[in-house]
Nanobody, 125 residues
C-alpha cells in the first residue's frame, strides 16, 4: 500500500490548511488511518487517528479543537483539516495506515503498517 500525503505549504499563524492522504490500495476503508508529525529536532508524534468507518476519532491534546481528521472512503482519501495554526505546528506531516484496525494503541507508531512520504507544513509568526 502506497500512501501519498499532500496539501502542505507555508501559512501565517492563525491560518488554515487541509492535508489529504490518498492511497494506491483499492479499498482504503480496510485500514484505520492516522496523521503523525515530526518537527525539526523532535521525535515524530501522533496528531490524529480515525477508524475504518470514521465513527471513532482521536486527536492529540495539542491540536484538539483546532484540527479535525476525517475520511471519504468513496474517494479513498483521508483529510486533516488544520485551523488556528501556530508556529509550533510547523513539521512534516505523515499519514499512516493500519491493517489491524483502530485499536487502543491508535497513538503508537508501531500500530501502523504503511507510511506516506510526508508533506511539509510551515507556520510563520
Amino acid at each position: 500500500v502506497q500512501l501519498q500525503a499532500s496539501g502542505g505549504g507555508l501559512v501565517q499563524a492563525g491560518g488554515s490548511l487541509t492535508l489529504s492522504c490518498t492511497s494506491s490500495a483499492p479499498t482504503l476503508s480496510n485500514y484505520a488511518m492516522a496523521w503523525f508529525r515530526q518537527a525539526p529536532g523532535k521525535e515524530r508524534e501522533f496528531v490524529a487517528g480515525i477508524s475504518r468507518g470514521g465513527t471513532r476519532r482521536n486527536h492529540a491534546d495539542s491540536v484538539r479543537g483546532r484540527f479535525t481528521i476525517s475520511r471519504d472512503n468513496a474517494k479513498n482519501t483521508v483529510y486533516l483539516q488544520m485551523g488556528s495554526l501556530k508556529p509550533e505546528d510547523t513539521a512534516v506531516y505523515y499519514c499512516a495506515a493500519s491493517r489491524r484496525g483502530y485499536s487502543s494503541d491508535y497513538f503508537h507508531q508501531p500500530s501502523y503498517d504503511y507510511w506516506g512520504q510526508g508533506t511539509q507544513v510551515t507556520v510563520s509568526s
